[in-house]
T-cell receptor, first 113, second 113 residues
Framework: DQQVKQNSPSLSVQEGRISILNCDYT??????FLWYKKYPAEGPTFLIS?????DKNEDGRFTVFLNKSAKHLSLHIVPSQPGDSAVYFC????????????FGTGTRLTIIP | DGGITQSPKYLFRKEGQNVTLSCEQN?????MYWYRQDPGQGLRLIYY???????QKGDIAEGYSVSREKKESFPLTVTSAQKNPTAFYLC????????????FGSGTRLTVV
């Protein structure tokens, strides 16, 4: 049972345009969400997070939006740069989840120069 | 600099053999985790430990074993009972996943030959 879903396995975006990565979740107990970026043969690195008490969090070129009623969050990257080409994982946690993160299946983002 | 180290980076194992993957952190994190990454399946939790001498099964623990004798170390043994061990294994640690997320190691690619 995949509780965190990233329905787009891949996405290609022109350099300088906006990249939008989407994530859906089914567990209504999730209340904290994170995005990770992963290059091949490396461990994921933390990008940005959002608590369920907010609907938006921004950090430089990266913004995460949370729609709790739709159980949906999205990561916006603008402007997109070649170095953003990577796999992006959405992750979620709940207060009673023993600090575990549940990850989505990932979206491979390719930035076209 | 503090960090989390996984070794080796690449590992080959013959069918029927047990193999142990190393994970060491000097971040003074209490919690440590093992994930497995397979194409199209994201990151799946194998085992996690929130304190020394204690650990819990994750979603796919069958065929794996762990120990947590020291705060810094959380080795993972892939036993011969694991039906499909070829994968990319990621170790992570955290001082509070809900606020700080995980710090990941660079991973170990295990191939069964």
């Amino acid at each position: 049972d995949q509780q965190v879903k990233q329905n787009s396995p891949s996405l290609s975006v022109q350099e300088g345009r906006i990249s939008i990565l989407n994530c859906d979740y089914t567990n209504s107990m999730f209340d904290y969400f994170l995005w990770y970026k992963k290059y091949p043969a490396e461990g994921p690195t933390f990008l940005i997070s959002i608590s369920s008490i907010k609907d938006k969090n921004e950090d430089g070129r990266f913004t995460v939006f949370l729609n709790k009623s739709a159980k949906h969050l999205s990561l916006h990257i603008v402007p997109s740069q070649p170095g953003d080409s990577a796999v992006y994982f959405c992750a979620a946690s709940s207060k009673n989840g023993n600090e575990k993160l549940t990850f989505g299946t990932g979206t491979r983002l390719t930035i076209i120069p | 600099d503090g960090g989390i180290t996984q070794s080796p980076k690449y590992l080959f194992r013959k069918e029927g053999q047990n193999v142990t993957l190393s994970c060491e952190q000097n971040l003074n994190h209490d919690a440590m985790y093992w994930y497995r990454q397979d194409p199209g399946q994201g990151l799946r939790l194998i085992y996690y430990s929130q304190i020394v001498n204690d650990f819990q099964k994750g979603d796919i623990a069958e065929g794996y074993s762990v120990s947590r004798e020291k705060k810094e170390s959380f080795p993972l043994t892939v036993t011969s009972a694991q039906k499909n061990p070829t994968a990319f294994y990621l170790c992570a640690s955290s001082k509070g996943a809900r606020v700080y997320g995980y710090t990941f190691g660079s991973g170990t690619r295990l191939t069964v030959v």
